[in-house]
């Protein structure tokens, strides 16, 4: 988990709320990436960054949202609109695009919405 | 479409026994392929990953994998399981699809689960 971090480790929100999850690394990483994990079902990509002030959707991006307005932040945002919330929600980073770089794990934060 | 299967939802090993977590893919052209360990409520740990080159690829924590071009396979082993291997591994592959962003499709996992 080291280089990345993510807050708060558990979030409880009431449903109809937004939240958002933040995710910071000191790597020095140009990618950014935020995954979806439900039991069974492994990860999903919601979205991903290559550099800063963009982003794309990934394979289940309704009802998120996010930012790149710094290198080392890609908070996401889960809005109302997300018919499921509750979910371990995964943020990695790495080196880059081009070569098929590893890509480095938070430590996740687990969100429960009622 | 590209994916990637891991075929066995659980697997049980006695300890100090040989373990193997299998992992099959569907990719066009070579493929990039990772391994992945998870510990309860933790983050994802990178083990070993196969780009080119030699077909045995040596990882963290005494861990190796077989890539095996006519099989479409990439199975996991060590030769000797510790308790301390229990956890969840994810089998990954590489989106060689244009302008993906480096993005990982992950198979479903296989709980691990090594008894003294």
């Known amino acids: 988990d080291g280089g990345i971090t993510q807050s708060p480790k558990y979030l409880f929100r009431k449903e109809g709320q937004n939240v958002t999850l933040s995710c910071e690394q000191n790597?020095?990483?140009?990618?950014m990436y935020w995954y979806r994990q439900d039991p069974g079902q492994g990860l999903r990509l919601i979205y991903y960054?290559?550099?800063?002030?963009?982003?794309q959707k990934g394979d289940i991006a309704e009802g998120y949202s996010v930012s790149r307005e710094k290198k080392e932040s890609f908070p996401l945002t889960v809005t109302s609109a997300q018919k499921n919330p509750t979910a371990f929600y995964l943020c990695?980073?790495?080196?880059?695009?081009?070569?098929?770089?590893?890509?480095?794990f938070g430590p996740g934060t687990r969100l429960t919405v009622t | 479409a590209q994916s990637v299967a891991q075929p066995e939802d659980q697997v049980n090993v006695a300890e100090g026994n040989p373990l193997t977590v299998k992992c099959t893919y569907s990719?066009?052209?070579?493929?990039?392929l990772f391994w992945y360990v998870q510990y309860p409520n933790r983050g994802l740990q990178f083990l070993l990953k196969?780009?080119?080159?030699?077909?045995l690829v040596k990882g963290s924590y005494g861990f190796e994998a077989e890539f095996n071009k006519s099989q479409t396979s990439f199975h996991l082993k060590k030769p000797s399981a510790l308790v301390s291997d229990s956890a969840l591994y994810f089998c990954?592959?590489?989106?060689?699809?244009?302008?993906?962003?480096?993005?990982?499709?992950f198979g479903q996992g296989t709980e691990l689960s090594v008894k003294p």
């Open positions: 960054s290559q550099i800063v002030n963009d982003f």
């Open positions: 196969y780009i080119t080159g030699d077909n």
């Open positions: 990954a592959v590489r989106d060689i699809s244009w302008n993906q962003g480096g993005k990982l499709i």
């Open positions: 790597l020095n990483h140009d990618a």
């Open positions: 990695a980073s790495s080196m880059g695009q081009g070569f098929p770089y590893e890509q480095y």
């Open positions: 990719v066009s052209g070579n493929p990039y």
